[in-house]
């Protein structure tokens, strides 16, 4: 009896006994109805202050079959650059890649774009130690990503996973540039904990960093 129950025990599959493998992972962006959770962004030369802020809330309004559907609400912050005009909310179908196809890159909600980027998820299972593509472009069609980023770690005790992603960022209508983003995420749901990096364009190398800051 003893034999058999052993062998039943050995079929069973690790999340049927409570477990699971931090290193091989379904990579896509899971949602909650009603979830909250704010974020900010801060972009400036290397080595200098930040020349653009921002932060944003986003609010899990209904759950659909390609995602869910997320209310965003934008804080801007004062720089160097002074402070913007308000950024009225936006509304959009949020996918399983994280990716808000609403927003765009020139009515003040790219915000959104840019902190939703640092937390793409390409939809697709994955190991750490292998390198994962992804693409996007919005509705309107003005930006388009397209790269790749490796699965550099996981921890097993603080349930994250850490991703190395170079993504070139290509806008409809001026010159583009290349982020590369040490990203790390939740292994609960795949939401963005904190990501850094740079955005290099046209020569010039600025410091990003995106932090989740909570509900």
């Not at 129950?5 to 379904?26: E, H, Y």
């Not at 900010?40 to 899990?60: D, H, L, N, S, V």
């Not at 902190?115 to 994955?126: H, Q, V, Y």
Request: net charge neutral; hydrophobic share 35%.
């Amino acid at each position: 009896m003893r034999a058999q129950a052993l062998l039943i025990l050995a079929a069973l599959p690790f999340a049927a006994l409570g477990r699971f493998d931090p290193t091989s992972v379904c990579f896509k962006r899971t949602f909650k109805q009603g979830a909250k959770d704010t974020y900010t962004y801060a972009m400036g030369p290397q080595g200098g202050p930040a020349i653009a802020a921002g932060k944003y809330t986003e609010t899990i309004t209904s759950l659909t079959s390609e995602g869910a559907v997320a209310r965003f609400d934008f804080t801007t912050v004062g720089t160097g650059l002074g402070t913007t005009e308000p950024i009225p909310p936006l509304t959009s179908k949020v996918g399983f890649d994280n990716m808000p196809s609403g927003a765009s890159i020139k009515n003040g909600t790219e915000f959104a774009v840019f902190g939703c980027l640092a937390g793409i998820a390409p939809n697709k299972d994955a190991k750490v130690g292998e390198s994962v593509t992804v693409h996007w472009q919005n509705e309107s069609k003005d930006v388009t990503f397209d790269g790749s980023g490796k699965l550099a770690s996981s921890d097993a005790s603080a349930k994250t996973l850490t991703v190395e992603w170079v993504i070139q960022m290509t806008p409809s209508y001026t010159t583009g540039g290349e982020y590369k983003l040490t990203s790390t995420y939740s292994l609960a749901d795949f939401s963005l904990i904190k990501s850094v990096g740079t955005y290099t364009i046209a020569g010039q190398v600025m410091d990003v960093k995106f932090t989740h800051e909570g509900p």
